[in-house]
């Protein structure tokens, strides 16, 4: 059973620059989950996939964008990077939602300069 | 804001019982309580979960109280390689959300 994998491991932009970040479900997994963890702080839930469609959001700007694929792996899109937006991104994978049990990748982390 | 409340740090010597213990006195009937642990540069890794009743499982055990307000995950003989931040979350239908967490120091 292959687990949840991330890509790029890091990363580095500019201000104002676009990236867009990578990750394989683990298999059987349908929803797909984006986390912004900054510097010693919790996770902070971005929103989450199911089948293909947005099922919930948290408090992100619409420049924070995602797609899921019909194989279940997704991109999170960021616009517009601000200085803040330097986090650990992580993604989630689970059966059906993040009332699940949420299998985690190991993140990328972005610094935006 | 996160909804649950954990002390933000804690120590526990090797071989000894670690108890950690989280508020939720805003959880709902039906959500569920989920602990994750997170270990330094990794992604956090689910330990357990309950809704009513105690849980156990080969990382920990899960203490609910009766009017499910608070919790208590027992890490029941910790090792140096369970030093990580734990948290304890409450998740909605289309939600989650994740507090500070309890840095946990296992010391030799």
């Known amino acids: 059973e292959t687990g949840v994998t991330q890509s790029p491991t890091h990363l580095i932009k500019t201000r104002g620059q676009q990236v867009t970040l990578r990750c394989s479900s683990q298999?059987?997994?349908?929803?797909v989950s984006w986390y912004q963890q900054a510097l010693g702080q919790g996770p902070q839930f971005i929103f989450q996939?199911?089948?293909?469609?947005?099922?919930g959001r948290g408090n992100f700007p619409p420049r924070f964008s995602g797609l899921q694929f019909p194989n279940y792996s997704s991109e999170l899109n960021v616009n517009a990077l601000e200085l803040d937006d330097s986090a650990l991104y992580l993604c989630?994978?689970?059966?059906?939602?993040?009332?699940?049990?949420?299998?985690f990748g190991p993140g990328t982390r972005l610094l935006v300069l | 804001d996160a909804k649950t409340t954990q002390p933000p740090s804690m120590d526990c010597a090797e071989g000894r019982a670690a108890n950690l213990p989280c508020n939720h006195s805003?959880?709902?009937?039906?959500?569920?309580v989920y602990w994750y642990r997170q270990i330094h540069s990794q992604g956090p890794q689910y330990i357990i979960h309950?809704?009513?009743n105690n849980e156990t499982n080969e990382m920990a055990s899960l203490i609910i109280t009766e009017d499910r307000k608070s919790s208590t995950l027992i890490l029941p003989h910790a090792t140096l390689r369970d030093t990580a931040v734990y948290y304890c979350?409450?998740?909605?239908?289309?939600?989650?959300?994740f507090g500070p967490g309890t840095s946990l120091s296992v010391i030799p």
């Open positions: 989630a994978s689970s059966i059906t939602g993040v009332r699940e049990t949420q299998y």
């Open positions: 298999s059987g997994h349908n929803t």
């Open positions: 996939y199911y089948r293909e469609e947005e099922n």
């Open positions: 805003t959880i709902s009937g039906n959500e569920y």
């Open positions: 309950g809704l009513k």
């Open positions: 979350i409450e998740t909605s239908y289309d939600k989650v959300i």
